[in-house]
C-alpha cells in the first residue's frame, strides 16, 4: 500500500478544488488517519463495536471502564476470560457484551481471520467482518476507514455524515470519488463546531 500521507496529499489536492471540502482543508489542515498495526485490528473492532450508537464521551467512558479490566491488553483471550455480566459492569449494553465475546470467539476459532484483512478487498472485509454478530456495515466501515486506511470509503449511515451532507444539501458523495475516505473526514470536522 502506498505510503498514506502521500496518500492523504493527493486527496488534499483533489478535494481543494471541492467548494464542500476545500474551506474544511483550508480550517483543518491534513488528514492524519494512519493504517493500524495488524496487532491492534481486534481491539480497533471491540472499541467500535463499544462505539455503535453511542456520544463519543459516553463511548469513551465504557472503553475506559473495559480497557482498565483487561489490563489494557484487548486480545480474543483475556475478553473471554470476562463474563457478559463482567462486560456489563463496564457500562456495555447486553447485546454489545455478546457481540464482544462473539467476535473473540470467531477470531480465536479462525472464522474471521483478522490477520488478513489488509490483503482483500473493501467488499471482501465488509463481508467478512458481517459474519460477527454485532458487525454491520458501519463497523465495517470505520475499520477500512481508520484501521486499513482504505481511500475511498463513505459511511453513509453515519449519523454525523448524514448531518453534514443535508447541511450541504447533497444527495450523494460521487463528486468525492476516489478519495471519500478524506472528504468524510472533513466532514467531521466540520461537524465540531455546530
Given amino acids: 500500500m502506498k505510503n498514506s500521507s502521500n496518500h492523504w496529499r493527493e486527496a488534499e489536492e483533489f478535494l481543494l478544488k471541492d467548494k464542500y471540502i476545500g474551506p474544511l482543508i483550508k480550517k ?31 463511548a469513551f467512558a465504557i472503553r475506559e471502564r473495559f480497557e482498565k479490566k483487561v489490563k489494557d491488553k484487548i486480545t480474543p483471550e483475556n475478553v473471554l476470560k470476562l463474563s457478559e455480566q463482567e462486560l456489563r459492569d ?6 454489545k457484551a455478546r457481540y464482544v465475546r462473539n467476535l473473540a470467539q470467531k477470531v480465536k476459532e479462525n472464522i ?3 490477520d488478513k484483512l489488509d490483503k482483500l478487498s473493501d467488499k471482501e472485509v465488509i463481508r467478512e467482518l458481517v ?61 465540531e463546531n455546530h
Fill in 28 to 58: 483543518w489542515g491534513h488528514c492524519d488517519i494512519t493504517p493500524r498495526k495488524k496487532s491492534d485490528y481486534f481491539s480497533s473492532l471491540v472499541r467500535e463495536i463499544i462505539s455503535q450508537q453511542l456520544s463519543g464521551a459516553s
Fill in 112 to 114: 474471521v481471520e483478522i
Fill in 131 to 191: 459474519l460477527v454478530k454485532g458487525i454491520g456495515r458501519w463497523t465495517a466501515e470505520m475499520f477500512l476507514m481508520f484501521s486499513l486506511a482504505r481511500p475511498d470509503i463513505f459511511p453513509v449511515d453515519d449519523l454525523g455524515i448524514r448531518k453534514a451532507m443535508a447541511r450541504l444539501r447533497l444527495k450523494n458523495s460521487d463528486r468525492w470519488k476516489p478519495y471519500r475516505t478524506a472528504a468524510s473526514w472533513y466532514l467531521w470536522r466540520g461537524l
Fill in 90 to 95: 463496564c457500562g456495555m449494553a447486553w447485546s
